[in-house]
Nanobody, 125 residues
Framework: VQLQASGGGLVRPGGSLRLSCTASGISVKDYNIGWFRQAPGKGREFVSAIRWSGGSTYYADSVKGRFTISRDNARNTVLLQMNSLKPEDTAVYYC???????????????????WGQGTQVTVSS
């Protein structure tokens, strides 16, 4: 299983970025896929997730209303559209996969088995 996160970069406050998580070895429609982020000196925190069944979505309070997670089954990719970016969104963003059995722990990094390598997002003027 490999997860490839991409799409990070440098953006001004208020700007947008779209992150992609492309999977190989699994079908994203059969797994829960989550996005986490880690800022310098801080722990890895939950950002968003999408469930395998029905596509239910979950967001951290800090990004709700600004970020949107979606799935492109044809490209075997999960997208994270990030709008109205703030300096505090600066972090390395990781995508990860979790078994379809996971529900109540979908916001916990402990529930995820496979992780991508991360993509840097920097929000600065």
């Amino acid at each position: 299983v490999q997860l490839q996160a991409s799409g990070g970069g440098l953006v001004r406050p208020g700007g947008s970025l779209r992150l992609s998580c492309t999977a190989s070895g699994i079908s994203v429609k059969d797994y829960n896929i989550g996005w986490f982020r880690q800022a310098p000196g801080k722990g890895r925190e939950f950002v968003s997730a999408i469930r395998w069944s029905g596509g239910s979505t979950y967001y951290a309070d800090s990004v709700k209303g600004r970020f949107t997670i979606s799935r492109d089954n044809a490209r075997n990719t999960v997208l994270l559209q990030m709008n109205s970016l703030k300096p505090e969104d600066t972090a390395v963003y990781y995508c990860a996969s979790a078994s379809r059995a996971i529900l109540t722990m979908i916001r916990s990094k402990l529930a995820y088995d496979y992780w991508g390598q991360g993509t840097q997002v920097t929000v600065s003027s």
